[in-house]
Nanobody, 126 residues
Framework: QVQLVESGGGLAQPGGSLRLSCAASGLLFSSYAMSWARQAPGKGLEWVSG????????YYADSVKGRFTISRDNVKNLLYLQMNSLKPEDTALYYC???????????????????WGQGTQVTVSS
């Protein structure tokens, strides 16, 4: 079965960096767009960034544009999110999610993303 396992979360200071990874198994990874989404305490799920099947196109929410970079390794079945210039408002549980097809939909919509990891916690605080 499809499994998505995130790692790399932790505590960072404002202005710091973290790199999240997502290991995918049980699927032909290179056939699907992938995204990252997050949920802050007391808030709804927010789509953060997406990448197409071969990594040639990337998409970002306005809140992270210019600070976060999404990438993928289709040989190793890995998805990444490099997060720089972190802000306290980036504090959230971050999820890796698989699109139902080859298209990135900029919304944390369960109709568009059919598998989700368990999440990795990112806390930005001094």
């Amino acid at each position: 079965q499809v499994q998505l396992v995130e790692s790399g979360g932790g505590l960072a200071q404002p202005g710091g960096s973290l790199r999240l990874s997502c290991a995918a198994s049980g699927l032909l990874f290179s056939s699907y767009a992938m995204s990252w989404a997050r949920q802050a305490p007391g808030k709804g799920l927010e789509w953060v960034s997406g990448i197409n099947t071969d990594g040639s196109a990337t998409y970002y929410a306005d809140s992270v544009k210019g600070r976060f970079t999404i990438s993928r390794d289709n040989v190793k079945n890995l998805l990444y999110l490099q997060m720089n210039s972190l802000k306290p408002e980036d504090t959230a549980l971050y999820y890796c999610t698989k699109a139902v097809g080859r298209t990135v939909v900029p919304a944390a919509d369960s109709r568009e993303y059919d598998y989700w990891g368990q999440g990795t916690q990112v806390t930005v605080s001094s």
